[in-house]
């Protein structure tokens, strides 16, 4: 267990709809990452927080958006989708200031699209 | 655009046999890591590899950097079928806000009695 949780586990929805995929990250850390893996494009990173701030950004989609709360967690908004959304989504937490600037993986949500 | 490329994506090999998994990146870089993957589940952080010649051991998996050569091994000794798995390596250039890492397409790993 990474300490780092993500709600929900599986999400199932229609194309069109919109969704919101949720990221506690480990106590202590002010950094939250949001990647996606599908099986066509692998695990790819899309966004990154810190400490309330966006920091980073990746191959995100316009339809994406995410934020980091003051309590440090983080949301993903997944709007419009479409079938290429099915993938499994990963929040990870990290700290900085440390040299190996590790960072952590949640447990992930599975998106599925109808 | 940086690029990290493992080989073998596939490798199916017996227990108590010896292989190793290659990452080869594309730009400088001051991080590398390796992950490992379950079917369906979290990504597994087993390694950080930080400067050039560095090496790193844990039971039967050795990780070992080389920044000349933008390529890190992972080399795994006498398989047991528990290391049944998809490792990843992936590579982080760290910016001014921030470090992403960036993914290898990952080698799923099949340890056969």
């Known amino acids: 267990d990474s300490g780092v949780t993500q709600t929900p586990k599986h999400l199932i929805t229609a194309t069109g709809q919109r969704v919101t995929l949720r990221c506690s990250p480990r106590s202590g850390d002010l950094s939250v990452y949001w990647y996606q893996q599908s099986l066509d494009q692998g695990l790819q990173f899309l966004i990154q927080y810190y400490n309330g701030e966006e920091r980073a950004k990746g191959n995100i989609l316009e339809r994406f958006s995410a934020q980091q709360f003051p309590d440090l967690h983080s949301e993903l908004n997944l709007s419009s989708l479409e079938l290429g959304d099915s993938a499994l989504y990963f929040c990870?937490?990290?700290?900085?200031?440390?040299?190996?600037?590790?960072?952590?993986f949640g447990p992930g949500t599975r998106l599925t699209v109808l | 655009e940086l690029k990290v490329e493992q080989n073998p994506l596939f490798l199916s090999m017996q227990e108590g046999k010896n292989y190793t998994i290659y990452c080869n990146y594309s730009?400088?870089?001051?991080?590398l890591y390796w992950y490992r993957q379950d079917p369906g589940k979290s990504l597994e952080s087993l390694f950080v590899l930080l400067s050039n010649g560095a090496v790193k051991q844990e039971g039967r998996l050795m990780a070992s950097l080389d920044t000349k050569a933008r390529l890190s091994t992972l080399h795994i000794t006498a398989a047991v079928h528990d290391l049944s798995a998809t490792y990843f390596c992936a590579v982080a250039i760290k910016e001014t806000s921030g470090s992403r890492l960036t993914f290898g397409e990952g080698t799923q790993l099949t340890v056969n009695p």
């Open positions: 730009t400088t870089s001051d991080r």
């Open positions: 990870a937490s990290g700290r900085l200031k440390t040299g190996l600037n590790e960072q952590f």
